[in-house]
């Protein structure tokens, strides 16, 4: 569900950041949605069943929370650094 959301707001971000830039905003909202859900996706098939087995031997510990949120930061922070080499501006 926190992920979902993640992506809705992110979507969002960066359909009113193309607003603002004149940038068509649906195909910047697709890019987005995809900056974030690429990568989310390769996360949790690549690290995350590694992450997994290592929780299973050591249980009681926080990084469980880390191991079921972590391809959300991944994602986000993957899509933040799309979104300002996006949009970033020409330099005149």
């Given amino acids: 569900m926190i992920g979902t959301i993640t992506a809705f707001l992110i979507t969002y971000w960066f359909y009113k950041s193309a607003e603002a830039t004149g940038k068509n905003p649906l195909s910047s ?16 098939l690549a690290v995350t069943p590694g992450l997994r087995d290592a ?10 929370l ?4 972590a ?5 986000a922070a993957c899509a933040i650094g799309f979104k300002f080499l996006h ?4 330099k005149s």
């Fill in 29 to 44: 909202a697709g890019l987005g949605f995809l900056s974030y859900l690429i990568p989310c996706i390769a996360w949790t």
């Fill in 66 to 69: 880390f191991v079921n949120y």
């Fill in 71 to 75: 391809y959300i930061l991944v994602g």
């Fill in 87 to 90: 949009f970033k501006q020409a």
């Fill in 55 to 64: 929780v299973e031997h050591n249980p009681g510990t926080l990084s469980g």
